[in-house]
């Protein structure tokens, strides 16, 4: 008899446990629950920019590079970038060392690559290994080796990497984010409104489809 009370307790549980699931995704997919934000403000001095056509659509990604669901999401929204009409942006957002102790670094690596022409690629990559260089006692290291990798000057890079000017773009892009007061990454912007990372790519061809 106890057993049978047992796992009635644990089917109910788990019952309660996916209808609260169930309930907070539904709230992260209700416009009511949404932050809206002024468009212009999400991309002023966004440096990290695809565009495809005329633009309709513009989705904002604020994302961590050692985070392991934003690496989930940009899986997922890969396809994003072949989509005529849709602009993708992406802001660095670097988590506090306490969560992630790389974020900081690897988000001035990607910084880097950028301003030497590869700042997408170095994204790519430090996304595809992120397991390795997580693991690393000194990341600087593997971002020069994958520097080098994307054809760029090792040296030069490094040297970018521990520039001011590197510093202070992502420190612009956290302070915006701060301002914005999100939470966590990733935090996704779909014409101005946050959408739940699962239904950004369905959200964007709806607006495109209207």
Not at 64 to 71: I, T
Not at 169 to 188: C, E, H, I, R
């Amino acid at each position: 008899m106890d057993d049978w009370k047992l796992i009635l307790k644990v089917v109910l549980g788990s019952t309660l446990l996916l209808l609260v699931v169930m309930w907070g995704l539904s709230r992260m997919a209700s416009p009511e629950s949404s932050l809206k934000i002024d468009e212009q403000v999400l991309l002023d001095g966004a440096r990290f920019v695809k565009e495809n056509g005329e633009i309709k659509v513009t989705v904002v990604n604020f994302s961590d590079m050692q985070c392991p669901v934003c690496k989930a999401a940009d899986q997922q929204t890969k396809e994003l970038f072949e989509m005529p009409g849709v602009r993708v942006v992406t802001r660095l957002f670097p988590l506090p060392p306490s969560v992630h102790r790389y974020a900081l670094v690897s988000a001035r690596a990607v910084e880097a690559a950028r301003t030497l022409g590869k700042g997408w690629e170095m994204m790519n990559v430090l996304y595809e290994k992120q397991a390795e260089w997580s693991e690393s006692n000194k990341p600087e290291a593997s971002f020069g080796e994958y520097a080098a990798s994307l054809g760029l000057d090792e040296k030069v890079f490094l040297e970018a990497l521990a520039s001011k000017e590197v510093a202070d773009n992502v420190q612009k892009d956290a302070d915006l984010a701060a301002s914005l007061q999100l939470s966590g990454t990733p935090t996704f912007f779909v014409n101005g409104e946050q959408v739940g990372t699962p239904f950004v790519v369905d959200k964007v061809k709806e607006l495109l489809n209207k």
